[in-house]
């Protein structure tokens, strides 16, 4: 492997930009290539498709083999959706191609649960061709479970784990304030949800997560979905919502071990929340409880985790993993 990480930015969407700034800013990266299927993105210098202040040289593709046949690359930051069925075809490509992997596809953070046969294909492909498979973000990917398994190291013994996380998405991007109902009608909520369209992708990945990392196997899990529905009026910068409209959403996952609870994540996503913060409260000896006031930023900490997570990935044996399964992914910054 040559002194730097070459890495290829596989898309460039708000999140897949945001990655790419970051990784442009270390110095034990080196970026190779960008491809996205955007017409006003391919063709276009990727320093400033991603936003950078100088062009990168490096032409956005419009697939991943065209960005190989001119570089060679070690890892593929993925950023292309969050459904594992949808972007399979795309991991296969990659992992075919004998480069390891970074994505932020949240059903990717933990996939056996939901999607055990492609997760034990993608697996056995994997460790086939030498490669490592990584799916991660701020959540599933940290503040909902790879925070209360790293807290959960100081207990002798646990009876319950209750993670919360709530989010002012008035101080978010739009797309995640459109993607969690805010000023929809309670009907649309409904049928949305009941479609599968709108909800948080990745809580129920989280929980099978904290379980399989303290050990234990859920006798039952539920993941249920409620609306916000606003008794004042709230606005952001591009949406404002109306008394009775729907201001964000609620969504609540469940492990059952033995008929009794053990694991609770508790996601509340609302424009104008009275206060964002994120806590871990494990109940054990010794009891745990941490309390982040304000919240972890969902944007920049998922840029952060993924570009901190490539030389965990590249040094890590072959197969898909989970953040669990890594060393403490730390920030690397030398």
């Known amino acids: 492997m040559a002194d730097k990480i070459r890495t290829i930015h596989y898309g460039l969407g708000p999140i897949g930009c945001h990655i790419a700034r970051v990784a442009a800013r270390r110095s034990q990266i080196a970026i190779v290539g960008g491809v996205d299927i955007d017409p006003a993105k391919v063709g276009h210098d990727l320093g400033m498709v991603i936003g950078l202040e100088k062009p990168l040289g490096i032409p956005v593709e419009r697939d991943l083999a065209a960005v190989l046949k001119r570089a060679p690359a070690d890892v593929v930051?993925?950023?292309?959706?969050?459904?594992?069925?949808?972007v399979r075809d795309q991991i296969e490509a990659i992992i075919q191609a004998g480069l390891n992997i970074v994505s932020t596809c949240e059903e990717l953070s933990y996939p056996w649960a939901a999607h055990p046969r492609i997760a034990a294909d993608l697996d056995r492909l994997a460790k086939d061709k030498g490669v490592t498979i990584l799916g991660t973000g701020v959540n599933p990917g940290f503040v909902m479970d790879t925070l209360a398994l790293v807290l959960s190291g100081v207990c002798q013994d646990i009876t319950h784990v209750r993670i919360t996380r709530v989010v002012d998405t008035a101080q978010r991007r739009v797309q995640l304030q459109r993607k969690t109902g805010a000023g929809l009608a309670l009907d649309d909520f409904h049928r949305r949800v009941k479609a599968g369209t709108l909800r948080h992708v990745g809580l129920p990945e989280s929980l099978h997560m904290v379980a399989a990392?303290?050990?234990w196997k859920l006798d039952e899990v539920e993941d249920t979905i409620e609306p916000i529905v606003a008794s004042a009026p709230a606005r952001s910068a591009d949406i404002v919502v109306?008394?009775?409209?729907?201001a964000g959403v609620r969504q609540v996952a469940r492990g059952l071990k033995d008929g009794r609870e053990v694991i609770a994540l508790h996601l509340v996503m609302q424009l104008g929340a009275a206060e964002s913060y994120d806590a871990v409260d494990i109940e054990g000896t010794p009891p745990v409880h941490l309390r982040i006031a304000g919240g972890v930023h969902g944007d920049q900490a998922t840029a952060a985790i993924v570009v901190n997570a490539i030389p965990r990935v590249v040094a890590a044996d072959p197969g898909l993993l989970t953040m669990a399964d890594l060393p403490v992914v730390a920030a690397w910054l030398g």
């Open 213 to 215: 990392g303290l050990g």
């Open 77 to 86: 930051v993925h950023s292309t959706g969050s459904f594992l069925p949808q």
């Open 242 to 246: 109306e008394p009775g409209q729907v």
